[in-house]
């Protein structure tokens, strides 16, 4: 087998490869409507010591709406614990693909 056709194998393995590999990767330009959310619980002792922040959150949704994965992009560890556990339970519309988004759940200090 010449040297010429090798290449073109691997190439085309490799395109191949790379295609599927896309294929299971979620979609990130479709901004999917949340139907059910559910507000993370704020700890009395960090709201009461003024302890607040954003949490920025990694969601992977389902096609069917429901939340695949949560993952911590940032924020305070334990807020970032709470903010998961609600997201969890977040419901969005239903789509066509799997699709990746990026969440924000702001934690404000308490009032005075």
Do not use: D
């Amino acid at each position: 087998m010449s040297t010429n056709l090798k290449h073109c194998k691997t190439a085309l393995v490799c395109l191949l490869a790379l295609s599927l590999y896309a294929l299971t990767m979620p979609a990130q330009s479709e901004e999917r409507k949340v139907i059910k959310r559910v507000q993370p619980e704020y700890p009395n002792i960090l709201k009461n010591k003024g302890i607040g922040g954003i949490v920025r959150l990694e969601v992977i949704i389902n096609p069917s709406g429901t939340v695949k994965s949560v993952r911590t992009l940032g924020g305070n560890a334990i807020l970032a614990e709470y903010s998961e556990r609600a997201v969890k339970q977040w419901v969005f519309q239903s789509g066509p693909a799997e699709t990746k988004t990026t969440v924000a759940i702001e934690f404000g200090a308490p009032s005075q």
